[in-house]
C-alpha cells in the first residue's frame, strides 16, 4: 500500500496537541462514510475489548507490532516487560509513539522489513488487513517466515464479513466476478491529507487456514467474537 499523504498520522499529531475530538474519515467501496474517532487509538489497556488484551497476554519473546498507530497496544506490552518494536508506516504515527516513551519503534513497511527476527508478529485492529487481497496475503505469510524465529507465532485479528452480503430474508448476495468478497477499497481523509484508494482484506476463517496450511503454518482460533471477527495464532515450526 502506498500512502499519497498520511492522514492517519495528522489526526494523531493534532491529538497529541490537545484536538482531543479529532475524527478520521474512512470511505470504502462497501458502507456509507465511517469515522475513526482518535481517541481511541490512544486506549488504554482497561479500554480494550477482550480479544485485545488476549491477543497481549499471548505475546511471548520479542514482539514486533505491526502497523501500531498510535501505539496503545507497544505501550501496554512495555508496561509488562515485553521486549516489543512497534512498526508503523506513518511518520506521524511513528513519532507520538516515540513521544510517549515508547523505546524501540521503526518507521517501516513491513514487506520492506528485512534483517531482524522476532518471536511475535501482532497484527490488531484487522491488522492483517494490510495484506489487501489473497495475493497479498500470500506475499505476507510467506515474507513472514523471513521475520520470525523457528517456533515463531503471528497473532492476527481480522473478521470474516460475509454478513454485510446478506438480504432481508437471509440469503446472500455477491458478485462472483468481482473477486473475493473480503478485499475492500478504502480511502481515508483528515483535513487536506488522504491517502488515496487502497485495498485492504477481511478473511474468513476458513480462507486464512487454508492458506496458513498451504506457508506451512498451524493455524489456532483463540477467540470468536459476536460481530465475525476473531482471533487466530499462525505458529512456525520449530525447524
Known amino acids: 500500500m502506498k500512502y499519497t499523504d498520511d492522514p492517519v498520522g495528522a489526526a494523531i499529531q493534532d491529538f497529541m496537541a490537545g484536538n482531543h475530538k479529532a475524527r478520521i474519515v474512512v470511505e470504502s467501496n462497501l458502507t456509507e462514510d465511517d469515522e475513526i474517532v482518535v481517541a481511541y487509538l490512544f486506549r488504554t489497556p482497561e479500554e480494550m475489548p477482550e480479544l ?8 511471548r519473546g520479542r514482539v514486533l507490532d505491526v502497523g501500531a ?7 501496554a506490552l512495555q508496561a509488562l516487560g515485553v521486549d516489543v518494536t512497534a512498526l508503523d508506516i506513518s511518520l ?8 510517549q516513551g515508547i523505546r524501540q519503534v521503526l518507521q517501516h513497511n513491513i514487506f520492506d522489513l528485512s534483517g531482524q527476527r522476532f518471536d511475535t508478529l501482532l497484527l490488531l485492529m484487522n491488522g492483517i488487513g494490510i495484506a489487501g487481497t489473497l495475493e497479498g496475503l500470500d506475499h505476507f505469510l510467506e515474507h513472514a517466515k523471513t ?6 507465532q503471528i497473532l492476527l485479528e481480522s473478521s470474516d464479513i460475509l454478513y454485510m452480503f446478506q438480504e432481508e430474508d437471509g440469503s446472500v448476495l455477491l458478485d462472483l466476478n468481482a473477486g473475493y468478497y473480503g478485499e475492500v477499497v478504502y ?3 483528515y483535513k487536506e491529507h488522504q491517502t488515496g484508494e487502497f485495498k485492504w482484506i ?9 492458506y496458513a496450511t498451504s506457508h506451512g503454518y498451524t493455524l489456532e482460533q483463540l477467540y470468536e467474537g459476536e460481530y465475525g471477527n476473531y482471533l487466530a495464532r499462525l505458529i512456525l515450526p520449530q525447524h
Open 202 to 210: 477481511f478473511i474468513d476463517p476458513a480462507i486464512l487456514e487454508d
Open 92 to 99: 506521524g504515527a511513528v513519532q507520538a509513539m516515540r513521544q
Open 147 to 152: 521475520l520470525l524465529n523457528p517456533g515463531g
Open 187 to 189: 480511502n481515508m481523509r
Open 69 to 75: 498507530g498510535a501505539g496503545c497496544h507497544s505501550l
Open 52 to 59: 485485545e488484551l488476549l491477543a497481549l497476554e499471548q505475546c
